[in-house]
């Protein structure tokens, strides 16, 4: 683990410890922990599949969240990558800027990402709902009905060898289960129809408002890597 992991790590509040060398052998200190970071392939060209899908989200009226959207927020990265990230809904930065995971929450996310080897712009993020829910109220079951299709095409489009479920909202709405999210947390499950493996963490909404909970978002982290390196 370089600096650079270790900066982020503290941004999420994790200590990480450090065996120490002994001054007189002239070696730096360095992090024990038995983690290879597997680099990802670079960003492809957007293939015509992505660009049609985008288009049919963007003119979507399926629902009523159509009337109160300034714009739909389709997902954002790496359209070879091999991480999916699945969030809930977009916010009200989100709906402005057109891209999931902005502000603080994202800045969150990114250090999240970047804590286990991974660049933003390596992963593909996206979320349960496309258009944001007033209020940022959690999704109505019609709604994640209508939206359902279209995260599911990206997954097709996608096929990544993981996905993490940020949220309770997004692990359940996956899962397709009305588990609470500490029952989801600490397990490897499967998106439904397909042998892709599904880990469940904390939103970083949430662990804004609940730092001591980043150490736990870490292990789902640790486990999420762990399972990504053997699929």
Known sequence: MDSRQLHYLETMGIQVWQQRQPTSTGKKPRVETGEEIIPLAPSAEVAPEWEELAVQVAGCMACSLHCGRTQTVFGVGDQAAKWLIVGEAPGAEEDRQGEPFVGRAGQLLNAMLEAV???????????????????????????????????????ALLRPRIILAVGRVAGQNLLKTSLPLGRLRGSVHQYPETAIPLVVTYHPAYLLRAPREKRRAWQDLQLAHKVYREF
């Open 117 to 155: 080897g991974l660049q933003r712009g390596q992963v593909y993020i996206a979320n349960i709902l496309k258009c944001r829910p007033p209020n940022n109220r959690d999704p109505l079951p019609e709604e994640v009905a209508h939206c359902e299709p279209y995260l599911r095409r990206q997954v």
